[in-house]
């Protein structure tokens, strides 16, 4: 083989690691629920993670509360919304190295994206789970209460950002899916090239996706 062959087969090889790496690599999207995490995930698969929404799954009972339970998180390359975001400093002590994404929106748009969706979220009450999900994240099981929802909004986002403080650029992203940037952004945080598509919206007002759900009921169990 030439030395030009040589190199090229090198420089292939190296490429391909690189990807082969890329994908291996955990992405946690930790924004919780409407803020564009339905986006978000579809988003990562477009460019090629294996990701799910909202399984229910990657946290269990300990006795006191939710813990982290990383079965969901071995068979994803990716991972988003309000569980995930319950656990985001678990995750990041047991996958270092990992990338984490906050979805966010302004906080009036957020609480009226609730109100939308509150025969949804009134439905999904029945589950224990997802009952302490929301009296530890919000401090209330109710999604009627927009003033324990603003502080819950506003706490979560406080406590993300100081968390990962100087880590922002670097395995860190604060990310508005509406944004006319997001995909510049996302694509460049994750080391990808920029898709020739449109950043995907999904999940809006009242529609959901038929892949929430199969996620949802997939990735659920156990819900109690």
């Not at 790496?21 to 924004?31: A, E, N």
């Not at 991972?79 to 400093?89: H, K, L, Q």
């Not at 748009?109 to 949804?120: G, H, N």
Request: aromatic share 10%.
């Amino acid at each position: 083989m030439s030395y030009l062959g040589e190199q090229e087969r090198v420089s292939t090889n190296s490429g391909q690691r690189q990807a082969s790496l890329l994908m291996r690599q955990k992405v946690f999207g930790i924004g919780i629920s409407r803020t564009g995490t339905t986006s978000l995930t579809e988003a990562l698969r477009i460019l090629g993670y294996r990701a799910v929404h909202c399984p229910l799954s990657i946290v269990k009972f300990n006795g006191h509360g939710l813990q982290l339970s990383t079965g969901v998180v071995e068979r994803y390359d990716a991972i988003t919304d309000s569980p995930v975001a319950r656990v985001y400093r678990e995750l990041d002590s047991a996958y270092p190295g990992s990338k984490f994404v906050l979805t966010t929106r302004p906080i009036e748009s957020w609480l009226a994206s609730v109100r939308r969706m509150r025969p949804s979220f009134v439905l999904l009450e029945a589950l224990p789970k997802v009952r302490q999900l929301a009296r530890e994240m919000c401090g209330t099981t109710s999604f009627f209460d927009e003033s324990a929802l603003r502080n819950a909004f506003e706490k979560h986002s406080r406590g993300v950002r100081e968390y990962f403080g100087q880590r922002l650029g670097r395995d860190f992203l604060v990310l508005d899916v509406a944004a006319a940037d997001a995909w510049e952004k996302l694509s460049e945080f994750l080391g990808h090239d920029r898709p020739p598509l449109p950043f995907p919206h999904c999940n809006r007002g009242y529609a959901t996706t038929y892949a929430n759900m199969r996620d949802l009921i997939r990735h659920s169990w156990p819900l109690i």
